[in-house]
């Protein structure tokens, strides 16, 4: 086991990335790049990182700025609970704790989208405690390490890999130990064609000789993918007012912007359109043209598949403003101003 963690940290400290949040390992550069990191790959997450200490160099800053000004800088990551959580954690933090992040793990956990994979990971690295990380890198270095056929996507596969990696884990450098695990996940380790001939783990590789990898990690399969149809109504005035929609179901995209929509089982047509009673609402039956039907957009998220249509709308007189707070006026050199999901950030674009 020593012989293998000495090879490992060899291998981190010549081929380990220089990344701003581990040059300056601070409770909030750590905590920041984590949640950022979550479903996201560092080549695309480091431009959001910088981004965002660059506008809000501290935690404190953060927690100052408005939920839509968080939405709108984290515009095209997805997963947009993240940033919501990220700015309700950045608020707790300031209130419970003086804008400083607890350094005890159990204290980390209670605060808001900071689940025990975070946790331990700003525990170790910022503050040097003894606990493990175990996310998709680590999950698949052990199964193969240890030629694992546990599913790690399952309640028995959690408990059995978060064992193994505390086993595993330097408690003397619990930082470094942590990130060259992840890291060799990340560059060596790889999900497709590991460079395993030239692997400085080879040696300890069980499932390499058994001559698993390509098996390992298991996986339970995903539920089934559900798809939904997106009839996008973007409306514009004489002036070049628009609607725009602030989601504030539970659905997908709370708290973002997009287009008044009609959903259904397939995409409409323009008479199916105008036979709709949302529809006639929204113009309260001023006169009307249809410039221009888009070709369907598909937008795929983790459980559904999105397929959108876009119905630009020209009214020939000015649009009512509505007493909901949901349907907004908004002139189109402002659109630009509201955070708005990757689907609605393509249409715009073209």
Known sequence: MAEMHTELIQWFEKHQRELPWRTHPTPYYVWL????????????????????????????DLAEASEEEVLKEWQGLGYYSRARNLHKCAKEVVKRYNGELPDDYQQLLKLPGIGPYTAAAIASIAFGQPHAVVDGNVYRVLS??????????????????????????????????????????ALQCLPSNPDCLFCPLQSHCLAFANGTIAARPVKIPKAKV?????????????????????????????????????????????????????????????????????????HKLTHQTLVATFFEIKILDFLPVFQENNILLVPENELGNYPVPKLIENYLNL
């Open 226 to 298: 559900r798809t939904r149809y997106l009839n996008y109504l973007v409306i514009s005035d004489k002036n070049n007012n628009r609607y725009l929609r602030k989601r504030q179901d539970k659905d997908i995209w709370k708290n973002l912007y997009d287009f008044p929509c009609l959903e259904g089982d397939h995409c409409f047509t323009a008479d199916e359109l105008a036979d709709s009673p949302e529809f006639a609402r929204l113009i309260q039956h001023k006169d009307f043209q249809i410039n221009r039907i888009t070709s369907p957009f598909t």
């Open 144 to 185: 193969r390490l240890f030629d694992m056929d546990t599913p790690i996507n399952s309640e028995e596969g959690a408990k059995s890999f978060a064992k193994i990696a505390d086993a595993l884990l330097d408690r003397d450098h619990p930082g470094q130990h942590n990130q060259a695990m992840m890291e060799f996940g």
């Open 33 to 60: 790049s984590e949640v950022i990191l979550q479903q996201t790959r560092v080549s695309q997450g480091l431009d959001y990182f910088n981004r965002f200490v660059e506008r809000w160099p501290s935690l404190r």
